[in-house]
T-cell receptor, first 109, second 117 residues
Framework: GQQVMQIPQYQHVQEGEDFTTYCNSSTTLSNIQWYKQRPGGHPVFLIQLVKSGEVKKQKRLTFQFGEAKKNSSLHITATQTTDVGTYFCARDSWGKLQFGAGTQVVVTP | GAVVSQHPSRVICKSGTSVKIECRSLDFQATTMFWYRQFPKQSLMLMATSNEGSKATYEQGVEKDKFLINHASLTLSTLTVTSAHPEDSSFYIC?????????????FGPGTRLLVL
């Protein structure tokens, strides 16, 4: 079936640095959502992108949806220790979410 | 904001027993809820869609007779893991959308950690 691929699997970041996690699909996506899951916690919705080339920002987080709607990225600037967790992209199909593998982010002070 | 709760948060049971997990939408009605399973260091995998007043629909590879789902009201869905085995040990999470909201936001419950001995 259709899969949503996500890289990298792990990301070690020095506090203050930037990083990006990428999500790719072999087929066109109608939408892409991003979630954050803190260690031991549950996924928390961050944002949904639906338009080709869409860019949305939430403070230090920048979300992009590719022009072909086959890829998406999450870029975090000036990483803080509170950014620790796993970031998932997900494709929403009538409420059913197909998650990427996630990028586990570890922040070094 | 919308909140989804789950009970219990953690459960330890013996192999062969059954465990019931509750998922409640606290301030909205949800005709549909979703059940996911997450093994350690892995992503979330959809198990089934819980439909109020009708049968749940299961994803490929998920045994409907082992994972019984009941959605008896607009605010409650239950997942029963029957005859649990150690390989069923996992993090079970439910989610729901508030139909009154325009944004397609999924609200996840806090999850239930199941350990089968």
């Amino acid at each position: 079936g259709q899969q949503v691929m996500q890289i990298p699997q792990y990301q070690h970041v020095q506090e203050g640095e930037d990083f990006t996690t990428y999500c790719n699909s072999s087929t066109t996506l109608s939408n892409i959502q991003w979630y954050k899951q803190r260690p031991g916690g549950h996924p928390v919705f961050l944002i949904q992108l639906v338009k080709s080339g869409e860019v949305k920002k939430q403070k230090r987080l920048t979300f992009q949806f590719g022009e072909a709607k086959k890829n998406s990225s999450l870029h975090i600037t000036a990483t803080q220790t509170t950014d620790v967790g796993t970031y998932f992209c997900a494709r929403d199909s009538w409420g059913k979410l197909q998650f990427g593998a996630g990028t586990q982010v570890v922040v070094t002070p | 904001g919308a909140v989804v709760s789950q009970h219990p948060s953690r459960v330890i049971c013996k192999s062969g027993t059954s465990v019931k997990i509750e998922c409640r939408s606290l301030d909205f009605q949800a005709t549909t809820m979703f059940w996911y399973r997450q093994f350690p260091k892995q992503s979330l995998m959809l198990m089934a869609t819980s439909n109020e007043g009708s049968k749940a629909t299961y994803e490929q590879g998920v045994e409907k007779d082992k994972f019984l789902i009941n959605h008896a009201s607009l605010t409650l869905s239950t997942l029963t893991v029957t005859s649990a085995h150690p390989e069923d040990s996992s993090f079970y999470i439910c989610s729901a959308r508030d139909p009154a909201r325009l944004q397609e936001t999924q609200y996840f419950g806090p999850g239930t950690r199941l350990l089968v001995l």
